[in-house]
T-cell receptor, first 113, second 112 residues
Framework: EPEVTQTPSHQVTQMGQEVILRCVPISNHLYFYWYRQILGQKVEFLVSFYNNEISEKSEIFDDQFSVERPDGSNFTLKIRSTKLEDSAMYFC???????????FGSGTRLTVV | AQSVSQHNHHVILSEAASLELGCNYSYGGTVNLFWYVQYPGQHLQLLLKYFSGDPLVKGIKGFEAEFIKSKFSFNLRKPSVQWSDTAEYFCAVNRGDYKLSFGAGTTVTVRA
């Protein structure tokens, strides 16, 4: 069964540092997403990406965040200057269309110290 | 505010017991409905989804859910749980836009 792959599985970074979280979506999917889950809280939408541009973003997704599809396979989330409150599990997801049903990756646990 | 509500925060039950998890949403109009499961240390997996048609949908691992439009509900059920069903369960709603809105999740603990 096709999978969404995320790397690394766990990243520890110092406050103020830049981090890049990487995702390889399923190859024939066209829509890509990032969600996050702060420990003990609900899964929150961050951003969706289609046709090489952001299609929707939440209020969480401020100027510190950016997404990119640098080549035909990777989909990245960059946080320019991490804050303690950015510590969370970040999930990448992809889908064939925008409401078919998403396939999630296993997540990257980001810890900002 | 528009939201997805899951009624139970933590459910504890014994093997072979029946399970029902409640989910209500407050969006008007057409919605697509999902239940995801997250086993300990693993990623979110799709259990089942409803887009249209028969409001009783069957998913993987013996789960089913019923969409009741008049009640804005999409409750998840399983007639007989197993220890391996211990996990966190998330209801999610898509309104035809680009995102899923998740409920807070229900932790299910099945005792052997």
């Amino acid at each position: 069964e096709p999978e969404v792959t995320q790397t690394p599985s766990h990243q520890v970074t110092q406050m103020g540092q830049e981090v890049i979280l990487r995702c390889v979506p399923i190859s024939n999917h066209l829509y890509f997403y990032w969600y996050r889950q702060i420990l003990g809280q609900k899964v929150e939408f961050l951003v969706s990406f289609y046709n090489n541009e952001i299609s929707e973003k939440s209020e969480i997704f401020d100027d510190q965040f950016s997404v990119e599809r640098p080549d035909g396979s990777n989909f990245t989330l960059k946080i320019r200057s991490t804050k303690l409150e950015d510590s969370a599990m970040y999930f990448c997801a992809s889908s064939v269309d925008n409401n078919y049903g998403y396939t999630f990756g296993s997540g990257t646990r980001l810890t900002v110290v | 505010a528009q939201s997805v509500s899951q009624h139970n925060h933590h459910v504890i039950l014994s093997e072979a017991a029946s399970l029902e998890l409640g989910c209500n949403y407050s969006y008007g109009g057409t919605v697509n409905l999902f239940w995801y499961v997250q086993y300990p240390g693993q990623h979110l997996q799709l259990l089942l989804k409803y887009f249209s048609g028969d409001p009783l949908v069957k998913g993987i691992k013996g789960f089913e859910a019923e969409f009741i439009k008049s009640k804005f509900s999409f409750n998840l059920r399983k007639p007989s749980v197993q220890w391996s069903d211990t996990a966190e369960y998330f209801c999610a709603v898509n309104r035809g836009d680009y995102k899923l809105s998740f409920g807070a999740g229900t932790t299910v603990t099945v005792r052997a």
